[in-house]
């Protein structure tokens, strides 16, 4: 088995009004390197693609194929904002608040 979880990082924000309604925007990081974003209508459905992109990416890490990345799931809860471990089928991953280049220099 894993010794260590593999680590993504996320932003999940949310898009100011427009003409299409309200909008929230997530992307999917490993380290430095964008693997995935995208937009969605709720908060919701914008969470459960960031699990799905992050299923296939811990697959793809592993050298697999990710047979239904769409049943990733959490144990508990996932808010945005929050760290948590994602169980992928056979794979485990964390999945982490992205901190900003700004936000770390200051600290």
């Given at each position: 088995m894993q010794d260590?979880?593999?680590?993504?990082?996320?932003?999940?924000?949310p898009l100011p009004p427009s003409r299409l309604g309200r909008r929230w925007r997530w992307s999917l990081y490993r380290g430095e390197r964008l693997l995935a974003a995208g937009w969605h209508y709720g908060q919701r459905q914008a969470i459960g693609a960031l699990r799905t992109a992050t299923s296939r990416a811990a697959?793809?890490?592993a050298g697999?194929?990710?047979?239904r990345p769409e049943r990733a799931a959490t144990e508990g809860r996932f808010i945005a904002g929050a760290t948590v471990q994602l169980d992928c089928g056979a794979l485990r991953?964390?999945?982490a608040p992205r901190v900003e280049a700004a936000e770390s220099s200051a600290a």
């Open positions: 260590e979880l593999p680590t993504f990082s996320y932003t999940l924000e697959h793809e890490l697999l194929t990710a047979l991953c964390v999945l």
